[in-house]
């Protein structure tokens, strides 16, 4: 009997431990992880430098208060800002509440209501960002929603350049929607938006909850893309499984941000902030980066040829190591399977399988994932 909300409909797994691209289940079965937490533990789980920060952490400070100044926080702004176009930095505890920020921040600054965002986005469970995501079964049984949200068809660049107007406050946009079925934006249309947007002083918010920390093989997806935010969204990835958001703005947002307009009790903590100063100086570097993106070339790669004669696959898609298997069916009997066979993938949606692996796997551990896919989807 479990006390617990039956708010998830969860695995028959309870992981006793894991340790990089490995985890361990109570009786001792071991899984290759292509799940990562969802997108969260990008270094692999129990990675020995963010395992050291926060250790060292807790033997210093835990919890002080935004009373206070908060060194670390200025040190993981600094990595955040360098490596995107904004140039500030607001800390919270998950994605949802960065998207929360980045709505009310949109709105404050402009004096605007209206935010445009798209179907089949996820922005989040809180009832400002379950507004901002164009699906009805996030949003079922939760009326009324907030006011002012208007969807829009994704990749279409049309119906976005007629709904960007002086009345909107923000376009708020994944560039790969994870979890309505890792579906890639395409580089037209989202440099469309992004110019409309320009156009009309509309604030181009970017979520980067899933697609971000390196992730497609750039510190940020966007940044695959001749674009600039006014705003971008992390979460996920940014403490590689310590709780953490963060919501990065341009310089001309400042003011609207200023003393008591926005915060957060645990927002920005300093084991938080360890574990994030970590976590970025491991990702964002060059080389890293760019081991992440020939990583995902081959194991995109490896699927199209490996699957091509599959009779249920539709296509492969994605960017570095973020990847959707759409196919042509409910994928939930295959996901089983395969978490069976000792691979742990999840579904997007009914019919796309999703592969995020850690970012540090190695070629070997792509051919095992690719060989247990290709028994699974080629029969
Ligand atoms: C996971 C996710 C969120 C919500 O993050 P939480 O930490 O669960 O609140 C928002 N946007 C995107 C794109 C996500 O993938």
Redesign the pocket.
């Known amino acids: 009997m479990s006390s617990l909300f039956p708010t998830y409909a969860r695995w028959d797994i309870a992981v006793e431990e894991a340790h990089g691209t490995t985890v361990i289940d109570r009786n001792g079965k071991e899984y290759l992880d292509f799940v990562s937490g969802?997108?969260v533990c990008n270094l692999g789980h129990c990675h020995p430098k963010v395992v050291g920060a926060v250790q060292e952490q807790l033997n210093k400070v835990w919890h002080v208060s935004n009373l206070f100044h908060i060194p670390l926080q200025e040190e993981v702004a600094q990595l955040l800002v360098e490596n995107s176009s904004g140039d500030y930095v607001f800390f919270c505890n998950?994605?949802?509440?960065a998207?929360e920020a980045a709505i009310k921040l949109a709105r404050k600054y402009t004096g605007k209501k209206k935010i445009l965002s798209f179907k089949q986005s996820?922005?989040?469970?809180t009832m400002a960002?379950l507004s901002a995501t164009g699906q009805e079964k996030v949003q079922l049984g939760f009326a009324p929603l907030l006011e002012g949200f208007e969807y829009l068809p994704y990749n279409d660049a049309a119906s976005a350049m007629e709904a960007i107007n002086e009345d909107v406050a923000a376009v708020m946009i994944?560039v790969i929607q994870?979890?309505g079925g890792v579906n890639p934006g395409e580089q037209e249309f989202i440099e469309a938006v992004a110019k409309s947007c320009n156009e009309h002083n509309v604030l181009l918010i970017i979520?980067e909850?899933?697609?971000g920390i390196g992730r497609t093989g750039k510190p940020f997806a966007y940044q695959h893309y001749s674009i600039s935010p006014d705003i971008v969204?992390v979460?996920?990835g940014l403490g590689n499984g310590f709780p953490v958001?963060a919501l990065i703005g341009k310089e001309k947002l400042k003011e609207a941000f200023g003393p008591g307009s926005h915060g957060s009790t645990f927002g920005g903590n300093p084991l938080a902030m360890a574990a994030a100063k970590a976590t970025l100086t491991e990702i964002f570097n060059e080389q890293f980066l760019q081991d992440v993106e020939e990583k995902g070339i081959y194991l995109m790669n490896q699927l199209k040829e490996k699957l091509s004669k599959s009779n249920i696959v539709e296509n492969v898609r994605g960017k570095g190591l973020m990847i959707g298997i759409a196919c042509k069916e409910e994928v939930a009997n295959q996901v089983t399977q395969l978490r069976q066979e000792g691979l742990l993938v999840l579904n997007a949606g009914p019919n796309v399988i999703r592969l995020l692996p850690a970012l540090i796997i190695s070629k070997e551990e792509i051919d095992q994932a690719v060989s247990l896919l290709e028994k699974e989807l080629v029969k």
């Open positions: 969802i997108a998950s994605g949802a509440e998207n996820f922005h989040g469970r960002t994944e994870g979890e979520d909850i899933q697609t969204t979460a996920k958001g």
